[in-house]
Every structure is written in structure tokens, then in C-alpha cells.
């Protein structure tokens, strides 16, 4: 072969790597953790079910615009004649998101493809044809998914205040349950991960030739730099937290067990 690592220019090694330490474990932590959550995430989006118990509506879910449970749909249903779950309607933009992420693309690309499995490691592919043809071209619209994630994490935002209401049997008002917190959780780390994403940091300061004239615009992109250095582990732990409000609400729902109420 005359591409990739076995290309002209290229030292004459024939070893995959001669890295010593345990590279393989990352990819495939990865591997294992992105199946197991693509399979729940699968299963829970097809099921159709057990998505809502008053105040709480799960985040694969959100905003259930298709034909919804009583009490679910906060801006009605326009899409009350889709015959499938109402999960298919809205995951498209928050999955969208995460698998153009360049961190997520990092992820993938080792774990799955092994296109490099990791740094300094040979990969088995004999050609490199880049973000140029489908399905990985479409990683190239990103930015517009980071804007359907801002729109999305603002639902889930209101979410959230919802899950402060009464559940069913209280009195309007204020109350607090543990799912109001494992809720409020998810959406902190939802906004972590989203605002620290590569395209907020160029939306926020990119494309300016003097930060001392847009004074406010330096000050969020520095901010959102600082926490652009966490991207990777927000977008671990986010992804956690959103399983587990969706796993939360499927057992309140199905009776598993009571949502303890604090007040």
C-alpha cells in the first residue's frame, strides 16, 4: 500500500505501534459505553411509554409534540398524526448534535471505525477520504445543530422549573422531590456541555479582528473557552445524566418505586 502510514514519506515500520502502555482500554470503554447507550436509548425512544408522571417528563422525550399522555405536551401536539413514538420527532436534533461534536467525533472514530484507534497506532484502513462523503459529510453542519441543542436545552430548561411543581395528589405550589434534583443535574450538565462546545467558542468571539471593541463578547468567549477545556468530560457526564432522568421517570412511571417528595 502507498496511503496512510504506509505512504512513501513515511519511516519504514512495520509494527502496528510501539506504544507500551494500554491504549486499547479507551477505545474500547468507549466502545462499550456508546453501544450500551445507543441500545437504551433505542429501546426507550421506541417504547412509547412510561415517559411522563406529573411533574416529570423524560428528556428522550422533550417537547412531546406527537400524540402525548395528558399533561406532557406543553406546546401542544402538531404532530398528533405521527404513528411512531413521540421521541422520533425531537432526537434527531440533540443526536444530530452529539455525533457531529468533535469530541464525540474523536470518540467514534477510534472506538468504532479505529480511524486511528488511538495516538501514535496505526489504522487498518488503506485510504482516508476525510468528512467529504455521506454519512460523515454531514458532520460539517455542526453549527446548526448547536443551535437546535441551545433550543432544545431551553425546553429542557423549562422542564426542569416544571419538575419543581406538585406531583399528582399535592397542592400547586412549589415542591421538590429527588427527581427534581436528578433533573436539575441534567440540565446544568446539559448547558455545560452544550456551551462549551468548539462552536459556541466561534459564534461567541470567532471572526473579530479587536477584542477590546466588543468587550461583552470577549468576556463570554473567554468564559466559554475556560470550560471548553471540560468539553470531553461534559460530554460524558451529560450523557449519563440524560439516561439516567429518562431511567428515573420509567420507573416512577411503571410503579418501580415512589419519587421521594422533600417538600
Request: contains cysteine.
Amino acid at each position: 500500500m502507498s496511503t496512510g502510514v504506509h505512504g512513501p514519506t513515511r519511516a519504514r515500520i512495520e509494527e502496528k505501534t510501539l506504544r507500551t502502555d494500554r491504549w486499547r482500554i479507551y477505545p474500547f470503554t468507549t466502545f462499550i459505553v456508546f453501544t450500551a447507550f445507543v441500545i437504551y436509548a433505542t429501546i426507550r425512544a421506541f417504547m412509547g411509554s412510561h415517559y411522563y408522571t406529573q411533574p416529570y417528563l423524560s428528556p428522550l422525550y422533550s417537547p412531546c409534540l406527537g400524540d402525548c399522555v395528558k399533561g406532557s405536551s406543553d406546546f401542544g401536539q402538531p404532530f398528533g398524526w405521527w404513528p411512531l413514538s413521540a421521541a422520533l420527532i425531537v432526537l434527531i436534533f440533540p443526536l444530530g448534535f452529539r455525533m457531529s461534536c468533535y469530541y464525540y467525533r474523536k470518540a467514534y472514530y477510534r472506538a468504532f471505525w479505529m480511524s486511528p484507534p488511538a495516538c501514535a497506532v496505526a489504522e487498518p484502513h488503506a485510504s482516508y477520504s476525510g468528512e467529504t462523503r455521506l454519512p460523515l459529510i454531514l458532520n460539517n453542519i455542526h453549527r446548526y445543530f448547536w443551535y437546535a441543542a441551545v433550543v432544545v436545552s431551553l425546553i429542557l430548561t423549562w422542564d426542569t422549573i416544571l419538575a419543581f411543581g406538585p406531583a399528582e395528589g399535592e397542592s400547586d405550589g412549589i415542591h421538590m422531590g429527588l427527581g427534581s434534583l436528578v433533573f436539575l443535574v441534567n440540565i446544568v450538565l446539559i448547558w455545560l456541555y452544550t456551551l462549551s462546545c468548539h462552536s459556541c467558542r466561534h459564534i461567541v468571539g470567532g471572526r473579530l479582528r479587536h477584542f477590546s471593541k466588543h468587550p461583552v463578547r470577549y468576556r463570554a468567549w473567554t468564559w466559554v473557552s475556560k470550560i471548553n477545556h471540560h468539553h470531553a468530560r461534559f460530554a460524558w457526564l451529560s450523557l449519563f445524566s440524560v439516561a439516567f432522568a429518562d431511567l428515573y421517570v420509567l420507573l416512577i412511571s411503571s410503579g418501580a418505586f415512589s419519587d421521594p417528595r422533600f417538600f
